[in-house]
């Protein structure tokens, strides 16, 4: 069954420790991105990948950083440097490059950092 | 101002009942229009797409653009206890795309 995998569910992690979301695919689609969930907002654009080992900063990717080493997996790393880290991570993906198309998303990692 | 708009509710209407959630938007490059329905810990699943104004229908589901007012809207007929969700709309343009906060929608049996 194609689909977004995201690991782990739930995370917790204390203050000042980088914090590594595992994001697989095996949709075969080219862009992923990496979004993040806050109550009252939408959804805010993290960074995103349209091809292998390129990648794109999205609106609030301060705090963040990816690697896209392979097609089927865009790792997120939450950094000490990122100021409220306490959040629900969403992975994308669609099948073209163009920002404009549909997203197919994973179920989501919330990350609770204390 | 934001981009886009979208009242949070929460909503409650009764099993069977014609549902309404609207979004208003800032930005007229937009050209695409989705709908989104996320369950509580779950990612959101599309529901509709459209470009363009009009109407488009998929089963109990109508989504309606009105560029001219910069105003979508998305329809539910004979609503069920399982449309209880938030529901999020995005809209988006060549390089870009934006969501509302979403919408929650509970329908009761």
């Known amino acids: 069954d194609g689909g977004i995998t995201q690991s782990p569910k739930y995370l917790f992690r204390k203050e000042g420790q980088n914090v590594t979301l595992s994001c697989e695919q095996n949709l075969n689609h080219d862009a992923m991105y990496w979004y993040r969930q806050d109550p009252g907002q939408g959804l805010r654009l993290i960074y995103y990948s349209q091809i292998v080992n390129d990648f794109q900063k999205g609106d609030i990717a301060e705090g963040y950083s990816v690697s896209r080493e392979k097609k089927e997996s865009f790792p997120l790393t939450v950094t000490s440097a990122q100021k409220n880290p306490t959040a629900f991570y969403l992975c994308?993906?669609?099948?073209?490059?163009?920002?404009?198309?549909?997203?197919?998303f994973g179920n989501g990692t919330r990350l609770t950092v204390t | 101002q934001k981009e886009v708009e979208q009242d949070p509710g929460p909503l409650s209407v009764p099993e069977g009942a014609i549902v309404s959630l609207n979004c208003t938007y800032s930005n007229s490059a937009f050209q695409y229009f989705m709908w989104y329905r996320q369950y509580s810990r779950k990612g959101p699943e599309l529901l509709m797409y459209?470009?363009?104004?009009g109407n488009k229908e998929d089963g109990r589901f109508t989504a309606q653009v009105d560029k001219s007012s910069k105003y979508i809207s998305l329809f539910i007929r004979d609503s069920q206890p399982s449309d209880s969700a938030t529901y999020l709309c995005a809209m988006s343009k060549r390089d870009d795309m934006r969501f509302g906060a979403g919408t929650r929608l509970t329908v009761k049996p």
């Open positions: 459209t470009y363009s104004s």
């Open positions: 994308a993906s669609s099948i073209v490059r163009q920002r404009n198309s549909p997203l197919h």
